[in-house]
């Protein structure tokens, strides 16, 4: 079975370049570097089928009801959760320029990656989790910082996470 990954994000051009859309950022950049063979909408969300095998999805509902898009499209698709479903997402308690692929980890709070554990109810899946943090001061609200867009500085940085990301994922998941 090929692998189905998740981007996070809010739809709608207020949220476009903002941290808590770096999932959406993933697959805009997964998009540029591979062969998309089919796209489509599904109730709650679009998907991109690439050459070789594996879905990318973007939902269309806001981040804290992301859970019913990854929902709808697990079934959709038919994917074994535990071995094929890669969620990636912002991740405030990483510092930017850093991630982490793990299995069955979340941050602390991040009311996206809920949503998903709660529809599909486990949290046994894969996850990429992005960190956006560069705050010098620490007395920024979450909740607003993660709405607020990358500078040019802080973008580079990023593609260059996204581009390690994807180096890595081709070693042990995108061509398996």
Not at 16 to 33: A, K, S, V, Y
């Amino acid at each position: 079975m090929k692998k189905m990954i998740v981007g996070l994000g809010n739809p709608g051009e207020k949220y476009i370049n903002t941290r808590h859309n770096t999932g959406f950022l993933f697959i805009d950049f997964l998009l540029e570097n591979y062969n998309v063979i089919k796209e489509g909408k599904l109730k709650n969300s679009h998907f991109f089928k690439l050459d070789n095998g594996d879905t990318l999805l973007k939902p269309d509902t806001f981040m804290n009801n992301s859970g019913l898009a990854v929902q709808e499209a697990v079934r959709w698709f038919d994917t074994d959760i535990e071995r094929d479903l890669i969620v990636v997402h912002d991740d405030l308690d990483i510092p930017l320029g850093k991630y982490k692929y793990q299995f069955a980890k979340s941050p602390k709070v991040h009311n996206g990656v809920k949503s998903v554990e709660d529809h599909l109810g486990t949290n046994r899946f894969y996850r990429i989790r992005i960190g956006i943090d560069n705050r010098g001061d620490k007395k920024i609200d979450g909740e607003m910082y993660v709405l607020s867009k990358f500078n040019s500085n802080e973008s580079t940085i990023l593609n260059e996470v996204l581009s390690e990301i994807i180096s890595e994922l081709n070693d042990i998941k995108l061509n398996s």
